[in-house]
């Protein structure tokens, strides 16, 4: 089959440095190359004149290659692989004429946005597909002879959030992602009293941005407070797993954790609030942190000790996060990817 797929990256390299919302349509390739798909990669600013059987698009934003202001793609159908259900009614996409034709699909890696998805359907609020799409992570490129997750003495703070207050035309806003930050840094340095640990800073260029910030909130002087810390301002994807791979926790309580499902697949536990960890986990038992605003430094540390030190509720959480993500493995994701066609009618 013919296929367009949208890349981020100028290299159409799994390996390049950008988050996933970047990385996510090269893995579509990669994938689809293994199962003998004919991939073509296009980019923001260029155009395709060829047909294909099929275009996909990526998260970071909705499928502008079908609305007229980004090159059209001409496909018989289209998938937006999108994290959560938001582009099933966004008015960038409901005035698109792929939208309007019944030609649009969702793809939807996750179990409650899925749900949620699917009610829209029922009640005749879109008029999207909704399909569910797992992450097509390549399963062979996965650290091997990991050490068990619990035993593990590293933690991973990524670049999203905590320390961003820019992201958005309210600054006021986001004021509780560097609140959080704070909060999250005071819990650190307490459990840091307690138990020897690296911990490392994944920051890009919109986070070290936002680091003319930090001498107002105490941040630096806060970091400067934790025992072994090393900050890195780029990692290829294939480095960042390695490194993943040696953390126990991967903390984020300002929002979403950076890199969550890369620690999910090499057996490490994110720490991420309750509204979030449920777009992952099928089982509602596992309410780490409470909502994104407001957090306190002593909420955050209770969830950190007892992951750290209480190997049964460590193993519980880590069990429900791998319990959520056997549809995200390679057998899985054919799976459901045959699925999809079927429905598409080109299989």
Known sequence: MKIAVRSHEPTNSIDGYGGLEQRLGVMWGYFLEKEGHDVHYYHENVGCDESFDLAIDCPSEPTRSCTGDRPRIRAKQHIHSS???G???HPEITCSPCYKNGNY???VPHRQPYTIGLGLMAQGKTKAQILFLP???PDELMPQGLEKGFNRTEIWWGNK???DPVIGPDHHAYEPFMVNGVETLKALIKLNQKVDFKITFLLTNRTKQAAARWPDLGINELIS???NVEQRET???TQLVQAIGKCKLNTHPGGLTSSIHETIFTHGVPVTPRENAHMFLRSPGVDLIRERQGVTADEIYDTYERLWFDEKFYTQVYEVYQESFEDHRSANVKKYWNRALEILELK
Request: hydrophobic share 45%.
């Open 83 to 85: 994290y959560g259900i």
């Open 87 to 89: 582009p099933a009614t």
């Open 105 to 107: 699909i969702l793809g």
């Open 135 to 137: 992450l097509p992570y």
């Open 161 to 163: 959030g905590n320390f």
């Open 225 to 227: 407070q934790l025992k």
């Open 235 to 237: 990692m290829p994807w």
